[in-house]
């Protein structure tokens, strides 16, 4: 069984400070995705991020796939109260014509100002 | 504009009722997905059609099906809610197999009473 295991499950902290969420997995993923989902509302998709090593960057936040593509980190700098909510990474495997995406459990950040 | 939609937002169903939700896309992917989430879990996958092809995931009870009857629309039916059912459904969409970057709605909260 294929797990993707986030640390930390929570996360409360000031505004202004940096935070780092990882996502970590035995198993090895052609791609990895960041989710970040508000209360009541679906998950949105952040990043996509596909070859080992790839870093990318979307305004404060940085994302970073591990080289070995089993693991990921999402790097959040001078966190503001809009980062609040809860952020889902998730795998993405191929076996023959199939396709699946596997969730972690999320982390949910509170960002107080 | 919502490119995913789902209706209603909040169902409120009797023990034992059948119930039915829906999920619309205007992206005209082939693949649509039925996630289940339970408060503080991650999405749970139920099933989902690749265009018309029907992949049941081996731990979705036979109470949930589903119907897809053209490429815009998906339904969840649930044939006999029961308490444990309550959750956040969330429908989303990929462009393919190979790509699974997902388009989630907004979801649909049930509640069993």
């Known amino acids: 069984t294929q797990l993707l295991e986030q640390s930390p499950q929570f996360l409360s902290i000031q505004e202004g400070e940096n935070l780092t969420v990882y996502c970590n997995s035995s198993s090895v993923f052609s791609s990895l995705q960041w989710y970040r989902q508000e209360p009541g509302e679906g998950p949105v998709l952040l990043v996509t991020v596909v070859t080992g090593g790839e870093v990318k960057k979307l305004k404060r936040l940085t994302f970073q796939f591990g080289d070995a593509r089993k693991d990921s980190s999402l790097h959040i700098t001078a966190a503001q109260p809009g980062d609040t909510g809860l952020y889902l990474c998730a795998g993405a495997t191929y076996g023959g014509s199939q396709g699946n995406l596997i969730f972690g459990k999320g982390t949910k950040l509170s960002v107080k100002p | 504009d919502a490119m995913v939609i789902q209706n209603p937002r909040y169902q409120v169903t009797q023990f034992g009722k059948p119930v039915t939700l829906s999920c619309s896309q205007t992206l005209n992917h082939n693949v649509m997905y039925w996630y289940q989430q339970k408060s503080s879990q991650a999405p749970k996958l139920l099933f989902h059609y690749y265009d018309k092809d029907f992949n049941n995931e081996a731990d979705t009870p036979d109470n949930f099906q589903s119907r897809r009857p053209n490429t815009s629309f998906c339904f969840l039916d649930i044939r006999s809610p029961g308490l444990g059912d309550a959750a956040m459904y969330l429908c989303?969409?990929?462009?393919?197999?190979?790509?699974?970057?997902?388009?989630f709605g907004q979801g649909t909260r049930l509640t069993v009473v």
């Open positions: 989303a969409t990929s462009r393919d197999r190979g790509q699974l970057e997902a388009f």
